[in-house]
T-cell receptor
Framework: NAGVTQTPKFRVLKTGQSMTLLCAQD?????MYWYRQDPGMGLRLIHY???????AKGEVPDGYNVSRLKKQNFLLGLESAAPSQTSVYFC?????????????FGPGTRLTVL | AQSVTQPDIHITVSEGASLELRCNYS??????LFWYVQSPGQGLQLLLK??????LVQGIKGFEAEFKRSQSSFNLRKPSVHWSDAAEYFC????????????FGSGTRLSIRP
């Protein structure tokens, strides 16, 4: 059981470049989330998904897009990267949002936009 | 509005000393409450959670937390810290709803003095 995995672990982009972050989970979880973590701000929810084929906006969705074509995968895309998107990105999953279920986190992707 | 406040940004304690990390929440209904720990360069790991029953909750690694409804608090405690406890700690609140999500506090960084 690998849990939640994220690819890549590190990435450096130039302003205006695009990239996709991949999150995969092998726990058959329905819910998946993308967060960004910035110093002093905790984790902020970017987008989330309540099941295959569904996505929804979180607290800070601007500049990002997501897709959930398969239940086990949740992709986060940056179409035109900006320095403000320099951050550490975490993916998480759980069986059922709320209901006291814990979220399981991936190891993170550190993104730098120059 | 739902929110979580961790008033201490950074705390330093001596190894072997007791620890208390503060967490206050604002939530319109009965909350689910969580404490997560993040070691350097890692994702978040659940320490403990509360959603009903005994207000004193035991978690992993010797941590415990007490839910105090009258104070809207969920403080994390450990009687004797170890150098390996140095990490960032996040309090989080969630609720019962298919659309609910976990809201994280901004985190408290714990340093251990040898």
């Amino acid at each position: 059981n690998a849990g939640v995995t994220q690819t890549p672990k590190f990435r450096v982009l130039k302003t205006g470049q695009s990239m996709t972050l991949l999150c995969a989970q092998d726990m058959n979880h329905e819910y998946m989330y993308w967060y960004r973590q910035d110093p002093g701000m905790g984790l902020r929810l970017i987008h989330y998904s309540v099941g295959e084929g569904t996505t929804a906006k979180g607290e800070v969705p601007d500049g990002y897009n997501v897709s959930r074509l398969k239940k086990q995968n949740f992709l986060l895309g940056l179409e035109s990267a900006a320095p403000s998107q320099t951050s550490v990105y975490f993916c998480a999953s759980d069986r059922l949002a709320g209901e006291g279920d814990e979220q399981f986190f991936g190891p993170g992707t550190r993104l730098t936009v120059l | 509005a739902q929110s979580v406040t961790q008033p201490d940004i950074h705390i330093t304690v001596s190894e072997g000393a007791s620890l208390e990390l503060r967490c206050n929440y604002s939530y319109g209904a009965t909350p689910y409450l969580f404490w997560y720990v993040q070691s350097p360069g890692q994702g978040l790991q659940l320490l403990l959670k509360y959603f009903s029953g005994d207000t004193l909750v035991q978690g992993i690694k010797g941590f415990e937390a007490e839910f105090k409804r009258s104070q809207s608090s969920f403080n994390l405690r450990k009687p004797s810290v170890h150098w390996s406890d140095a990490a960032e700690y996040f309090c989080a609140v969630g609720g019962i709803s298919s659309a609910s999500k976990i809201i994280f506090g901004s985190g408290t960084r714990l340093s251990i003095r040898p």
